[in-house]
């Protein structure tokens, strides 16, 4: 695997033609990206594999997201399909840290849908909560709240999240019908 990019040497990369592929949700790369990256979100990069394989082979791929967990896994994926490409170190968040511009979608384009990391936090927080009322009256419900604390550890310590990856498939964090047909398109313009 290549070794991750610094935001400077990504925006220089940028000037050399690489293509940067960002692989959050529609609606976390609506908010913010780098400017020019083509969503595919992460359970999508499969569906795209023999478009990417052109692409890298043309102009190089350079995998971005938040802060690098899900690029580390699509890079993953794509070394196992024999693609090159490279990940952003710290995401988009080290990308806006080192002062570097965000693009943002055409408000018609942007969702008002939360941020992943905001609906991981309700969702844990309420089966934590419903766990621990419903373990008032039955005791054994309590391993509800125990699951869920010991699921925020594993991430914390793992740097992946399955209930991110859970959520991702829900409707609303889906990609819009006609989203990788604009993916395909981008990945061959």
Known sequence: MNTPLTPSQ???RIADGVLVVD???????????????????????????????ETARRRGLAVVCASGARSRTACEQLE???????????GTDAW???GLPLAV???ADRRQVWAMDRQVRFAAGALVLTGF???LRF????????????GLVYSGVSGTCGMAAV?????????RPGALDTARAALHS
Do not use: F
């Open 10 to 12: 990504l925006e220089s």
């Open 23 to 53: 692989v959050r949700s529609a609606s976390e790369y609506a908010r913010g990206h780098v400017p020019g990256a083509v969503n595919l979100p992460l359970d999508s990069v499969r569906d795209l594999l023999p478009d990417l394989r």
């Open 80 to 90: 196992r399909a024999g693609i090159e490409a490279t990940e952003l170190a710290g």
């Open 96 to 98: 806006q840290g080192a």
């Open 105 to 107: 979608s055409d408000e």
């Open 133 to 135: 009322a419903l373990g």
């Open 139 to 150: 005791p054994r419900a309590r391993l509800l709240s125990a699951g869920v604390a010991a």
């Open 167 to 175: 959520l991702a498939k829900l409707p609303h964090n889906r990609p």
